[in-house]
């Protein structure tokens, strides 16, 4: 099985998206009052308990569904919360509408990833390939709207080059448990979990500069 077998938010349901607009018609820079009582420090420990939260309910979900173990719908229902909770964190800083867009594309993200996991059970190369296109595309677009919410800090060379990474480091996990290669499986969720981490730590950097007089040193 090869490396790009896999994704990296693995749910068994389908979600109906609203067509996604370009990211630089949804963002609202009106943040007079954004984050006027938030500290760097809250900003960077906050924006990683969420995506610290993405990576290991993504990996209870691969866990559940690889495994066939019981609570799975209750797995996807909590890592689809932690879709919403994402697009949630940014709307104080880019506004209503920029929070609901990345929630869409995350959204989106999900439900790929629901393809290409049916895909991969019945071993469908061309639909897998097919999907796992669209899945890169995806992840291109929220690259594409993080940078257009804050090109300066967050080139798209950046925005690519971390979101492809944590795919990746997401798809060795995924497919060493169905590999049943527990110690290499361990290995990669360490790595997509350190990924992530530095991630997020990328983002808080990023609006902290963009916004230096809303956030306490």
Known sequence: MKKAFFTSAL????????????????????????????????????????????VMYTRNVILNIIDDLPGTNEAVARLLKNQDDLGNAIKPVYGDAAGKQLTELLHEHIVLAAELLKAAKVNNKTEFDNVNTKWFKNADDISTFLNTANPKNWSLADMKKMMHEHLNLTTQ???????????????AYDKTKAEILAMSDMLAIGIIK??????AK
């Open 173 to 187: 996990e995924a497919v060493a448990r169905i590999k049943k290669d527990y110690k290499a499986d361990i290995e």
């Open 11 to 54: 749910t068994l349901i389908s979600i109906f998206l609203l067509p996604i607009q370009p990211a630089s018609a949804q963002m609202d820079m009106n943040t007079k009052d954004a984050f006027k009582t938030a500290s760097a420090d809250e900003l960077r420990t906050n924006l990683r308990a969420l995506w610290e939260d993405h």
């Open 210 to 215: 963009q916004f230096p007089e809303k956030f």
